[in-house]
């Protein structure tokens, strides 16, 4: 990864390893706002391959290798990060995991997949954000974009009958008030703090996508416009649509 100029906005965004990815529609977007794009993933041969096609594109782009399940992993792209820009202006903690797409039921959680997804979605999030807040404070308006999902709203709602993707589902709920408590602690900065729900995503055409998916790059619009909010924007809140989500009655 080379050293970036001073002057250029940068976005890291975690989780971009496919082509048909919301990591890489965020990226894509991102970099035609001429933002030096940072695109991460455990694999960073298909991270460098994705950064690749925006170079040809005409954007800058790089990839860095990033395992948010993998702490040391992180501490190194920090430190990485640190050697090589002065301060990083957008954060896309994008990187998810559904361990349990099959699982219908609170009752039948598998532990092991209850804590995959909390090693990434919340902790390795929590983690990275810790991890590059010197360069999000350095940067004169930074902000900090948690991916969430409407799974979520399963949790507030606590009503019977079917509960998909439980361990999911907690993981994006926790990141939903993760969210609101970093705005707070943030509250002093400059710095913004929200989570975006896309809604469905059609990434997954080997999974069988809902005919009412929304494409990869309508669903990053919201989460660009969370990355790009102005200084008089909102903090600590959930979105979709550019819209605050309420909270279950």
């Known amino acids: 990864m080379q050293t970036l100029p001073l002057v250029s906005r940068t976005a890291l965004i975690t989780g971009v390893s496919r082509s048909q990815g919301l990591g890489f529609a965020v990226a894509r977007q991102l970099a035609e706002l001429n933002y030096h794009v940072i695109l991460t993933a455990r694999n960073q041969s298909q991270a460098e391959q994705l950064a690749a096609q925006l170079r040809e594109a005409g954007h800058e782009a790089t990839a860095l290798r990033l395992d948010l399940a993998d702490r040391p992993s992180i501490l190194e792209a920090a430190s990485r990060l640190a050697r090589t820009i002065n301060h990083l202006d957008v954060l896309v903690n994008n990187a998810s995991t559904m361990p349990d797409f099959n699982t219908r039921s609170v009752l039948k959680v598998d532990f092991d997949e209850l804590q995959s997804a909390f090693e990434v979605d919340v902790f390795g999030c929590w983690c990275l954000t810790q991890a590059l807040l010197g360069l999000l404070r350095r940067a ?51 710095i913004l703090v929200n989570a975006v729900d896309p809604d469905s995503v059609a990434t997954h055409p080997e999974r069988g996508d809902d005919a009412s998916d929304l494409p990869p790059g309508k669903a990053a619009r919201g989460i660009v416009w969370a990355a790009t909010l102005g200084t008089d924007g909102p903090t600590g809140g959930v979105f979709r649509d550019r819209q605050p989500v309420q909270a279950m009655p």
Do not use: M, W, Y
């Open 140 to 190: 004169p308006a930074a902000r900090i974009v948690n991916v969430t999902s409407v799974a979520a709203r399963q949790v507030e709602a606590c009503k019977p009958g079917p509960f998909f993707s439980p361990a999911h589902s907690f993981a994006k709920f926790t990141i939903n008030a993760l969210t609101a408590t970093l705005a707070a602690a943030l509250a002093d900065t400059a």
